[in-house]
């Protein structure tokens, strides 16, 4: 099928385009200004809620995964608007380009995150928790309900709230790798903050399902089975490379440094599952921490 991609040179993006090419769907990226889209691209301008509808014409299912990256830098509020601006605004000018289309895309799968629920301790959640507090359950939240103005267009809408995705090219263990090789790694905080995660792998299986299979619809927690603390966590990667995990950054240091980003991002616990996942037999390929983690660090 034909398969419309926001957000197709990212992390995610650019394994989903890969993994779609090899199962023989017709892949194209939606290109934003300044840049120019060339063959087998779409060019779209989400300020100017601007599509290439000849160019979009046909398409079965759009993804998106677009956004700025989140942890790149510490937030000022311009920064924040930034962050908010590049995923509400732009998903809700994508969900009005594409009710221009004739006939309409069968699916759109958009993606969220955890961070919808907040900062929630020990307290067990799932896709029936309410959201949170704090900028990012906001960020969520709006986001979402944009995304959410595809259902109400009739086109089968699917979200996906990530936990963080494991992938040695790029993303949070990426920003990990250099200390803990150098033995240098530790928990952060009290390390007691629970950390649902997902294989990079998994992360491209769910959003292929999500468009290929017509049962998929609403919301999904895309996480492993089981989340684990930061403690686990670090000890898994640490035993992962073969170095200690001697060095705990402390909370107040963290706070120092990464500001609000520090306990919405780093300290935050979200004990996440999914309990809608099982209903879809969807089959992980890496359901536990330490071997995802070796083919996070393997993986081309």
Request: charged share 20%.
């Amino acid at each position: 099928m034909k398969i419309l991609v926001a957000g197709a040179s990212g992390l995610i993006g650019g394994a989903l385009v890969s993994t779609l090419s090899r199962a023989g769907h017709e892949v194209f990226p939606l290109v934003r200004p300044p840049r120019a889209a060339s063959q087998g691209q779409v060019s779209w301008n989400p300020e100017r809620g601007e599509l290439d509808v000849a160019a979009a014409a046909g398409a079965a299912a759009v993804v998106n995964l677009s956004g700025a990256n989140i942890g790149e830098r510490r937030w000022s509020e311009s920064r924040k608007q930034e962050i908010r601006s590049s995923r509400v605004n732009a998903t809700r000018a994508l969900v009005e380009a594409l009710a221009q289309l004739e006939p309409r895309p069968g699916v759109f799968v958009s993606v969220s995150a955890v961070g919808y629920y907040g900062s929630r301790g020990n307290d067990p959640l799932d896709e029936t928790s309410p959201a949170g507090t704090g900028f990012l359950a906001r960020l969520c939240t709006d986001w979402e309900a944009e995304a959410l103005g595809a259902d109400r267009r009739g086109i089968r809408t699917v979200l996906l709230r990530f936990g963080v995705i494991l992938a040695g090219s790029g993303g949070a263990l990426a920003q990990m790798l250099g200390p803990f090789r150098l033995g240098l790694g530790g928990r952060l905080g009290s390390g007691n903050q629970w950390m649902p995660w997902l294989s990079l792998d998994d992360a491209v299986g769910m959003l292929r399902q999500a468009i290929e299979n017509s049962g998929w619809q609403g919301i999904y927690n895309a996480v492993a089975p089981e989340p684990v603390t930061n403690l686990a966590f670090t000890k898994a990667l640490g035993r992962t490379l073969r170095r200690p995990t001697l060095f705990p950054v402390p909370r107040a240091a963290l706070r120092t440094i990464f500001g609000q980003m520090a306990d919405e991002m780093l300290l935050a616990s979200q004990r996440v599952r999914s309990t809608r996942l099982p209903e879809t037999g969807y089959s992980y390929s890496y359901p536990e921490l330490e071997p995802a983690l070796r083919r996070a660090l393997t993986r081309p």
